[in-house]
């Protein structure tokens, strides 16, 4: 019997610790479960090519696996970014675009790197949760270094994975249960609630609309909590 089965509509334990890692502008070493993925933040006094002289800013982010974060060795990806990877760290990009006025940023960029070091599911999800803690306190050193004139963050962002495993809807899949899901959903929402991504699949399976409003149901709770929790770590948005 997996973890989920246990909990049910439970998120798993989930443990920030700021400041991991001490060269970076922002770190988190964010641990949902098993799951543990480190998260720096990095400031670059430059823009990608298409907004030079526009005065907006930019946040983007990368997304890779240790090779001994999974139970057997993955291969690095060193020379070529596989689709999985582009699509998780596209996803992490918009997602924390989506809770950020660039224009208030200004001709700023913030990197963020999301390095899994143990995967057991939601490294995505885990990988947003954290990549905003360590991009509130990239920005905070950009405000205390009065390179801020205004803050640009407008609300908190949370991501969690919901899924239908043996017919019941669960909350925050491990990998024993998102490897017999039958429906994987990952959402991303603020913390006034609105929706940024959800990315939902049947696996050999077709889900009613009720399935869904049970899923999504389940999501806000699980993505109400995380924001909870990076509120008592970070405190107000400022």
Known sequence: MG????RKDRIRDVKLVRNYIKNADGSVLISSGNTKVVCTAS?????????????????????????????TRMKRERFKVGG?????????GRSLRAVVDLKLLGEQSIIIDCDVIQADGGTRTTSIN?????????LRKLS??????????KDYLGAISVGIVDGEALLDLAY?????????????????????????TGEEYSFSGNELDK??????????????????KIGELK
């Open 84 to 92: 999985r990877t582009m699509e998780i760290q596209r996803l992490i």
């Open 43 to 71: 400031i670059q006094d430059k823009v990608p090519p298409h907004l030079r002289g526009s005065g907006t800013g930019w946040v983007t982010a990368e997304y890779s696996m240790l090779p001994r974060s999974t139970s």
């Open 130 to 138: 954290g990549g905003f803690v360590a991009l509130i306190d990239a």
């Open 3 to 6: 973890l989920h089965t246990k």
């Open 215 to 232: 899923l999504i149901e389940l999501a806000k709770k699980g993505i109400s909590e995380i924001i909870e929790i990076q509120k008592n």
């Open 176 to 200: 024993e249960d998102d490897y017999k899901a039958s429906v994987d959903m990952n959402v991303v929402m603020t913390g006034k609630g609105r929706f940024i991504e959800i990315q939902a």
């Open 144 to 153: 205390k270094e009065k390179k801020l004139e205004v803050w640009p963050v």
